[in-house]
C-alpha cells in the first residue's frame, strides 16, 4: 500500500505508520507502508489480520450462498 506525501505527515505525526519513500509515477514522493502500529493497544495489526479473516470468509460465502453487500458513508 502507498499514501501521499500529505498523508504520510499527517499519519506520522501520531507515529502510527512506517514507510519508505519513493518516487511516484509524476514525480512526487509517495511513501510504500512497511509498518502500520496501533495507536492502542491491541489495535494494529491484528486488527488487520482480524478484517483480513472477515473479508475471506465474506468472499467465500458468495459461492454458497445469497450474500448482499450494504456500504454506507457518513
Known amino acids: 500500500m502507498y499514501v501521499d506525501e500529505e498523508s504520510f505527515q499527517r499519519l506520522d505525526s501520531n507515529g502510527e ?5 519513493t518516487a511516484g509515477e509524476n514525480g512526487e514522493t ?8 496501533g495507536s492502542e493497544p491491541d ?3 491484528e ?3 482480524g478484517s483480513g479473516l ?19 458513508g457518513r
Do not use: C, H, Q, R
Not at 509517495?30 to 502500529?37: C, H, N, P
Not at 472477515?54 to 454506507?72: C, H, L, Q
Open 17 to 21: 505508520i512506517i514507510a519508505e519513500p
Open 30 to 37: 509517495i511513501y510504500k507502508l512497511t509498518d502500520i502500529i
Open 43 to 45: 489495535l494494529g495489526v
Open 47 to 49: 486488527n488487520l489480520k
Open 54 to 72: 472477515i473479508a475471506g470468509e465474506t468472499s467465500s460465502a458468495y459461492n454458497d450462498i445469497f450474500t448482499m453487500t450494504i456500504v454506507m
